[in-house]
């Protein structure tokens, strides 16, 4: 119950309380994020130079269709009011104006009050508004005018607070704050009579139009002066702008009135049937109150918000439908009536009358199509197909989801596809009568037939299949054709339906049947023409519009030719559906489905002309000339600019240094890196839907590298220079060291090698000196044994003749005993022998030595030689060799002789020396 109160409450919402919205203007916003500057905007006015300008606090705005641009006075100053004259814009602030201008891609600002003393101390005016009367530049405050000839400077002050000075019939008007309206004439203020209701009313506006003259107040509406008689404008908008406080007014091309208030936005009104819009921030507007209006060369309307700026292209054929609220939702197709219009959303079908959006009852749900057969129109839904026909909305089948409906090529039938199958409507006239084509339970979003008992049905998920039937519609033969033609990606398949002929767009490619060989063919003429298509669909025979690289086009084929106009992105960013894009044709325009609603366009197959193309490009935010020198490994950023905001902006493309691509100018902004050394050339080109032209080209050069300059090559070959140099005297000095350190080492060598054979001298010394000590400590122990030997013979004898002489008394026997003692105790042979036997041995080698050099020395030789090398003397050597001293000496003399010994040779010392 509590559900289905809620329902009707929801349906009573709908049905009563949409009735805001309303297809509009394009509108573009400029938020702070976007220029960068303060909240208001005061003034606005499009240069000379195409570029738009605004007063904008602080700063003075300059936006050229690809960059914003701020700059501020000297005295950094509120800037309130702008006004252009040729190529300077006058601007007017507290207690100072002047103008700008442009050089060098950058704004120049000369002060005309500065110099002139024109305002006192106690002068605190501000500039509010600048114009121009009979060659003089009016600046104007609340207090006054000064008047400039562009030499000098006139201030003529009035007596009372105004709001501003207008002119109209080549008279300048005053309008005061509560004395009415006054004129200027020959530096006097004079009183315009008759015009007593104007008196205490604050105007902001005073336009002539149509002979008619109209005075906007702020709080009072709108008055006309028409045949000398002043009264309240007659218009239902007048008494809403009493409540809205008007700021600004102003009439512009096409008969139309717009009037910019302080709180409800904006008005458009058309004064040709009286109708008007108001764009205010329930719709499209960031805010409600309106402080300027400029208009462009294109007759477009420039919004200075409170907080921001608003582009209108009122004049532009292109119009949204759009909801703020987020009731209608998504809109996946949309039909004109008679009353307004009808729409299909994914929160069910809405209709669009009176300026009233209601949700028809009993549709909520996804709403997929609006086709119109006659004068019904025919909506598929996903509870089934419904009839709206002459105010009255009822249900037609029970069949869910219908996703499109098509007309046959061959009949007056009409196909249908749904979530289970395809409907075959078989006489428009009739709809009731209707067959469900058997065997085939699927989800098919596209069909379309060309030939008799014959049907293309594309899967929603996968699959393209050709259905054949016999003329009771008894279905005969249904196959996969993708599948059977082996194309592996067969996902979201489209049928498009060309000058009779049905093309196929599968995995992004482009496809026809070929009913001899029974496959899937590639199509040359699209493949060639329409790559990376998203999306396509048909409006007649002759106009289609394709989805590629995201970007909208509308295709008029005329022979095998394309002719392709792009629809600028900025009227579809983020609104496209994918998958489901529909056109309805609407008298000479044609509506397209967006996610909040819907674009009205008017597609024409005239070429664009593309207007003159300005290039400004900029490295390091300084202005380069064309053909002019920037830095190498530096970034260029490269303006396109066509002076051109609206719908008639060119489709631009550039292509660098005669490469065969031509790529697209991104919101009028090139922007190249990494540029290598040497020259470069920038061409533009516009294109009419069939050709490229050129419209513009820049050439630069970029510099070599700082390390590749003519200075820098110099350097590096000093430095070369010096590094050869350096490692030439690194090398002489090394070798230098390297001599010196030879020659150290060579003295190092030399003193260790005299060190060493000094230690060896001294080791040979100590080893010769070891050697003689050895001799002679042989010869000592040779000596010793000897003496020893003779000494212990020589007791031991003594003790016998001791013991005989004490023993015996008889001399003869006692001298018997003696001689026999004397023998017993005398050196036996033996013993002799051993004696012998150790004195060689201890002497073996000066033995060895001395019989190598005299081999001719008989034993006897080498004793005697031996006691001589002992230092024994001949009586000592007497007894030794059992010979007489006089046998010694005959010994040594024929030693010396075999030694070859001169005569004053000492032979113990030679023997010595050995």
């Not at 005295?75 to 814009?89: F, H, Q, Y």
């Not at 008298?587 to 300005?614: A, E, H, R, W």
């Not at 609206?646 to 490469?659: A, C, E, I, K, S």
């Not at 002992?870 to 030694?899: C, D, Q, T, W």
Request: contains cysteine; proline residues 1%; hydrophobic residues 40%.
């Amino acid at each position: 119950m509590k559900a289905r109160i809620a329902t009707i409450f929801l349906l009573y919402i709908f049905s009563f309380q949409l009735y805001s919205q309303e297809s509009l203007p394009f509108v573009e916003n400029y938020s702070k994020s976007n220029y960068q500057g303060d909240n208001q905007i005061w003034n606005v006015t499009q240069g000379n130079d195409a570029a738009m300008y605004f007063a904008n606090n602080y700063y003075l705005l300059r936006y050229d269709g690809v960059t914003w641009e701020k700059n501020t006075l000297p005295n950094k100053t509120i800037i309130r009011s702008i006004m252009v004259d040729g190529d300077k814009i006058y601007s007017g602030s507290y207690k100072e104006f002047g103008y700008w201008f442009r050089k060098d891609g950058k704004m120049h600002y000369v002060s005309i009050s500065k110099d002139k003393k024109v305002f006192d101390d106690n002068n605190n005016e501000e500039i509010w508004k600048i114009f121009k009367f009979n060659n003089t530049i009016y600046f104007q405050s609340f207090n006054g005018i000064f008047l400039f000839d562009g030499k000098a400077i006139r201030e003529v002050k009035f007596p009372f607070l105004i709001s501003y000075c207008f002119i109209i019939d080549n008279e300048l008007l005053i309008a005061s704050v509560e004395k009415g309206i006054y004129k200027l004439n020959n530096g006097h203020i004079e009183k315009i009579n008759g015009w007593a209701v104007l008196e205490n009313n604050v105007i902001h506006g005073i336009q002539k139009y149509q002979n008619k003259t109209y005075f906007f107040t702020k709080k009072n509406g709108v008055y006309v002066l028409e045949n000398g008689v002043l009264n309240a404008w007659n218009n239902p908008l007048n008494d809403i702008l009493k409540a809205a406080n008007i700021n600004v007014a102003q009439f512009i091309k096409n008969n139309k009135l717009i009037i910019g208030t302080a709180n409800k936005g904006v008005y458009v009104l058309d004064l040709n049937d009286g109708s008007y819009k108001n764009i205010n921030r329930n719709n499209v507007l960031m805010n409600n109150s309106i402080l300027s209006i400029g208009q462009d060369k294109e007759n477009d309307l420039w919004l200075g918000l409170d907080n921001g700026i608003a582009h209108i292209e009122v004049n532009s054929p292109i119009s949204i439908f759009y909801d703020s609220s987020g009731i209608l939702g998504s809109v996946y197709s949309v039909a004109s009536t008679s009353k307004g219009y009808l729409m299909a959303s994914n929160h069910g079908v809405f209709k669009y009358e009176d300026k009233q959006l209601s949700l028809i009852p009993n549709t909520q749900g996804q709403a997929w199509n609006i086709s119109k057969i006659d004068s019904k129109y025919l909506v598929g839904h996903n509870e089934g197909t419904f009839i709206y026909e002459k105010g009255l909305f009822y249900k037609f089948s029970t069949i869910n989801g219908g996703w499109n409906l098509v007309k046959s090529s061959i009949n007056n039938s009409y196909l249908q596809a749904t979530y289970s199958g395809v409907i075959i409507y078989i006489d428009a006239n009739d709809l009731n009568q209707k067959i469900v084509i058997k065997g085939v339970q699927k989800p098919i979003k596209y069909v379309a037939q060309n030939r008799k008992n014959e049907i293309w049905a594309a899967d929603n998920n996968r699959g393209l299949y050709r259905i054949l039937y016999n003329d009771a519609y008894e279905t005969i033969k249904v196959e996969n054709v993708t599948q059977r033609s082996k194309i592996a990606n067969d996902f979201g398949v489209k049928i498009f339906e060309f000058r009779n002929e049905i093309l196929f767009l599968i995995d992004n490619s482009w496809y026809t049947y070929n009913s001899i060989t029974n496959q899937l063919e590639g199509n040359e003429l699209f493949n060639s023409n329409f790559k990376n298509v998203s999306d396509i669909v048909t409006i007649d025979e002759n106009n289609f519009m394709v989805l590629q690289d995201g970007l909208l086009y509308h295709i008029y084929a005329t022979d095998n030719k394309f002719i392709k106009n792009s629809i600028q992105e900025k009227y579809y960013k983020g609104k496209i559906i994918n998958g489901n894009l529909k056109v309805f044709k609407n008298n000479d325009s044609y509506l397209l489905n967006l996610d909040d609603g819907f674009i009205s366009l008017q597609l024409k197959n005239k070429k664009k002309k593309t207007t003159n193309i300005k290039i400004e490009a900029f490295n390091d935010n300084t202005l380069v000339q064309n053909t002019s020198r920037i830095k190498h490994n530096s970034e260029l950023r490269i303006h396109v600019i066509s002076g051109i905001y609206g719908v008639g902006r060119p489709d631009l493309f550039y292509r660098m240094n005669g490469t065969k691509e031509f790529i697209p100018v991104n919101e009028g902004l090139i922007i190249l890196n990494n540029l290598s050394s040497g020259s470069h050339d920038v061409t533009i080109y516009g294109n009419d839907g069939l050709h490229y032209n050129k419209v513009a080209d820049f050439q630069f050069i970029v510099s070599k590298a700082w390390y590749f300059s003519l200075w820098m090559i110099l350097v590096y070959l000093i430095f070369i220079g010096l590094i050869l140099y350096l490692y030439y005297k690194w090398n002489k000095i090394k070798y230098i060291q390297k001599l010196k350190f030879q020659e150290e080492e060579l003295k190092h060598q030399k003193k260790i090698l005299e060190m060493e054979l000094k230690a060896e001298n001294e080791l040979n010394v100590q080893e010769y000196e070891k050697h003689i000590l050895e001799l002679e400590l042989q010869s000592k122990s040779s000596e010793v044994a000897g003496k020893s030997l003779s000494i212990a013979k020589q007791s031991e004898m003594i003790e016998n003749i001791q013991g005989i002489l004490d023993s015996e008394t008889d001399f003869n026997k006692l001298k018997s005993e003696i001689k026999k003692a004397i023998k017993i105790n005398a050196v036996n042979k033996h013993e002799w022998e051993t004696f012998e036997a150790n004195l060689n041995q201890i002497h073996n080698e000066f033995i060895i030595n001395l019989s190598k050099k005299y081999p001719n020395l008989t034993s006897k030789d080498i004793k005697l030689c031996i006691y001589l090398k002992m230092n024994l003397s001949s009586k000592e050597i007497a007894p030794m060799m059992n010979i007489s001293f006089r046998g010694v000496e005959l010994h040594r003399y024929r030693l010396r002789k075999k030694l070859n010994l001169v005569q004053d040779e000492n032979l113990s010392k030679f023997l010595l020396s050995l």
